[in-house]
């Protein structure tokens, strides 16, 4: 579950600490057969990606319609924690998708993996409890177009 927060209202340092940073030595995306490798630090994908991607698909929960069970979950967060927006997405090989979205993005089904803050909390490494304190301030998302542009994200935690 993630919780964004727009437009900066008073972000209160969390007890989890301060932002997870993310380790340079990560595995990234495959470049295209012959071509140098590159690491792509808006695209992460996890050493285990195939299996991973398997047992989402597994669920046959991608692309279903919103349910009560997990709207009432994202509802209790964003009340909770007193942000704008707060969701439950899966991050699929090119996207996450949104199973619940309450808040300031409601019509929006999904984005692109680059775009996706949920991408990098799912890496080895990462925190438990993924924290960006400010992402105007972080370097992996700064020109992020979800922080540059709508929805304005500021503050983003995600588990």
Known sequence: MAAEAAAAPAVKEM???????????????????????????????????????????????????????????????????????????FVDADRQWFKSNIGAIEHVPQTGREESFCAHAIMPGADPVFVVLDALQHPLFKDNILVTGSPHIRFYAGV
């Open 15 to 89: 007890a989890v600490g301060p932002a997870s940073v993310i380790d340079d030595e990560m595995e990234m995306e495959q470049p295209v057969a012959g071509a140098p490798k590159e690491k792509n630090p808006f695209r992460p994908i996890p050493p285990n990606e195939a299996v991973r991607i398997e047992a989402l698909r597994a669920l046959k929960i991608l692309d279903t319609q919103h349910e009560e069970q997990f709207d009432s979950l994202v509802s209790l967060a964003k009340r909770v924690f007193g942000v704008p927006i707060a969701l439950i997405s």
